[in-house]
């Protein structure tokens, strides 16, 4: 584990990218290869199965530590990070391991399939042979999310410099499902014709936000547009007489959508579309709230089927005939797509994006601003010429959004966030006024500056009237606008309502608490938009 | 029930039978006052004691005060109290001060700290009835390694800055940190080279015979080439200025005991938070507690809810006083 606490501890002594990438990339020259593979399969993503809970973990550091239980779980959110806090905690090591990190990780999956007690003492045996810094590391392999400041695309970047190939092809190889037991260094980086995992996606193109409008973007002649749908964005893939849907976020939601089992009476092999999942009334998508209840479902029970049927907004064509699309024009992908979508029958679950027609920007933005009333998010622009790009290239794709609604609240709670906004109040509760009460109805953890963070923390700690655990209940003082996506009826919401993206887009220090919104108003909103 | 030594006032704290407040945030007529850091030495009060060796700071900060002096260890009697000041080890000057009224001792620590620094006078534990004490660092994740550790690693990055051409800049308070980090730096590696803000307070401590190494001053014309391998010591606030810009591609480091926590040291995006504290840690706070033999201790600013749990469950009759004391903070750049 030295090697690669060495490694860790170079990518965070620095907060240059160049530096990580070169720290990275020598560490892919020099380490052992099992220890590489599971370093490439850990910053993508992937980490070995659980072996201990966090509530035994924190039992066991608790122990070891001689230290009462409930001091470590308020020591905890101080830190910010349960693997941290243990490895504070525990007394000096007595040895010094010098063993591979896949050593450990071999560790830890023997021990998953051990007694408990017998975990304990593996665990208890390597925290007593690792300093602080390896320490952080092994409760981060039991405790999952590697994110410790180096992105998967830096990740890339780095292995790319590493082993001489291309970017864009080892992000198309990383893809998919595999493990360091599926796959060997061989095969994942290097071989000439890998045996190509017949379910494995392309990288998603995706598009930055426009924020000044299209005028900068030359003439509209050279441009395509379609609406910005809020649905799933995903692939749908049909190879080896089998069909796969994955998500932008990289997991596998087949089972989760039964109805594109029918896209393959209808397509050949060899087709991978880009486009957007969507539960449809028939005519137009239904709010974001019923595809949230196919997801993470390994079975969906009929009534969900009927209730909110999924169908699929193509947006694009990456493979044809078995071969990769991606280098041709998208204008000529669009064509060829609509070519194939033609065909099928009405009830098919999947349609081609309707093209918008326009021959100015004005035009467009007059049709931007119907979105809302086709229950879309926005418009997508897409240079005619474009290529599908792997991952977030500026220039060609751009996504024009509509201004999102906004509500004047109060905040009446807040919460200390994790990981980098540790020990700061980040996490708040937010109220509309209902006559002289006030009726919570969303949280917000984002839109705030580091610095406006801080003086709300200041704030918080002179302005608390009651804790609950973690959650302090604060003076009804300050006013926020809140900025969201979208608006729905929601049984299970004290106030009837569920927004969709809520962020702080401002704080109202200009607006005395009692001029915040009310229910009516959100009421209102629901009533129009919902 | 007799008067207890010291209470807790709206202006701060109080003792009764002597007439004085102790590090008060409300304006009074005597102050007694623990160090010279902004949260316990106030503007304001008729009149001030303090450690002789803290008055040349405070009145450096404050200006024309009438200020008296007292000697560590030295006895004095105001009203019915017998007061004394003792080394507390947070910053050059700063103390404990003890007060005595009919047998029963109560010890006001202020900030303090228990490991040696080889700059400030040693923390001397005073044994008393009560013990008002600070939490600024009292969770368990604290623990501070050895001065001497932190010392090699400071100067390690030194050096390694020196050899790729970049110059390092450390970030730390103008008083108390600022000259403990020299204190612990190396000036064979290179000149050291300090803001006006540290370098006025160096001038304040050399003048009353303190030991520092050799600075130079910024001014308008300074140069980094002018200065070969040369470290910047200045206050956090300019890291982050125009200042910074004379010196070139930098390397910028802060110092302070919150550096020990990844997501506070990411959140001040420096490239090297080096675990420096004046405050004392965990081991430090419970044992300097422990070494005082006080039955009763009263928890200031810092973790005081847990800390003062935590005392509890140790069988001491341990209370939580709300002060506008702030510690080391974590965010701003006071203090």
Known sequence: MKRFARLYAEIDATTRTSRKVAALAAYFREAPEPDRLWTVALFSGRRPRRAVTATRLREWAAERASLPLWLVEEAHPVVGDLAETIALILPPPEGDEDETLAHWIDVLRDAAKAPEEERKATVLAAWAQMDMARRFLFNKLITGSFRVGVSRKLMTRALAEATGRDEAGLTHRLMGDWTPDTVTWHSLIEAEDPVADASRPYPFCLAHALEAGPDSLGDPADWRAEWKWDGIRGQLILRGGAWHLWSRGEELISDAFPEFARAADFLPEGTVIDGEVLAWDGTAPLPFAALQKRIGRKQVPKSVLAQAPALMIAYDLLEWQGEDLRAVPFAERRAQLDTLLAPLPGDAPILPSPPLAFDSWEGLAAQRATARDRRAEGLMLKRADSPYHAGRKRGDWWKWKLDPFTIDAVMIYAQAGSGRRANLYTDFTFAVWDGNALVPFTKAYSGLSDDEFRQITAWVGRNTQQRFGPVRQVVPEHVFEIAFEGIQASPRHKSGVALRFPRMARWRKDKPVQEANTLADLKAMLAAYG | ?335
């Not at chain 2, 000259?179 to 000036?187: C, G, I, S, V, Y």
Request: with cysteine; proline share 6%; net charge neutral.
């Open chain 2, 1 to 335: 029930m007799r008067a207890p030594v010291l209470t807790f006032t709206p202006n701060g704290i109080y003792c009764p039978a002597g007439d004085f407040h102790i590090d008060p945030w409300g304006r009074v007529d005597r102050a007694l006052i623990t160090h010279g850091h902004s949260d316990h030495a106030r503007a304001g009060h008729a009149r001030y004691l303090a450690t002789a060796a803290a008055a040349p700071v405070i009145r450096h900060r404050l200006g024309a005060i009438e200020l008296d002096t007292i000697a560590y260890g030295e006895r004095r009697r105001i009203g019915d109290a017998t007061v004394s000041f003792h080394p507390a080890g947070h910053v050059p000057g700063s103390a404990q001060i003890r007060v005595e009224v009919g047998g029963e001792v109560c010890v006001a620590s202020g900030d303090y700290k228990t490991e040696p620094d080889g700059l400030c006078e040693p923390f001397e534990p005073v044994r008393c009835h009560s013990f008002i004490t600070e939490s600024t660092f009292g969770l368990p994740v604290f623990r501070w390694r050895p001065q001497a550790e932190v010392a090699a690693e400071l100067n390690q990055w030194w050096r390694d800055c020196a050899q790729a051409g970049v110059t390092p800049l450390l970030g730390a308070y103008s008083f108390g940190k600022a000259q403990r980090l020299l204190a612990m730096l190396d000036p064979a590696i290179g000149p050291i080279l300090t803001h006006g803000a540290v370098e006025n307070t160096n001038a304040v401590l050399r003048a009353q015979g303190l030991r520092l190494p050799e600075t130079v001053q910024v001014t308008p014309e300074t140069r980094a080439t002018d200065h070969p391998g040369a470290l910047v010591l200045a206050p956090p606030s300019a890291l982050g200025s125009t200042w910074v810009r004379r010196f070139g591609a930098v390397s910028t480091g802060f110092a302070s005991g919150w550096m020990q926590l990844r997501g506070i040291r990411r959140r001040r995006s420096v490239d090297r938070g080096f675990v420096v504290s004046d405050h004392a840690d965990w081991d430090g706070l419970n044992a300097a507690i422990a070494a005082t033999g006080a039955e009763n201790v009263f928890v200031t600013h810092g973790y005081t809810e847990i800390f003062s749990r935590w005392l509890t469950e140790r069988g001491l009759n341990a209370g939580i006083v709300k002060t506008e004391f702030r510690g080391e903070a974590a965010e701003d750049d006071a203090a």
